[in-house]
């Protein structure tokens, strides 16, 4: 992809965005959206305001990880 782009002579960016830890706790990623088990919003709110140290020690936990 990068060589074709490098023959576009009007190319003013190239931007190339990783999907390497997107939905990191499926073994096997569709081109589709994933339900999300909590809000985003409820999720930001929950981050914000709970202590880093309690935060930290549950999301090891609180990561679904799927089997297949």
Partial sequence: MLGWAKELKNLKAFVYVST???????????????????????????CSEMPTDLLNSIVPHSIFVQTV
């Fill in 20 to 46: 390497a830890y997107s939905n990191s706790d499926r073994l096997e990623i569709d081109e589709v959206v994933y339900p999300n088990h909590i809000s985003p919003h409820t999720a930001l709110k929950l």
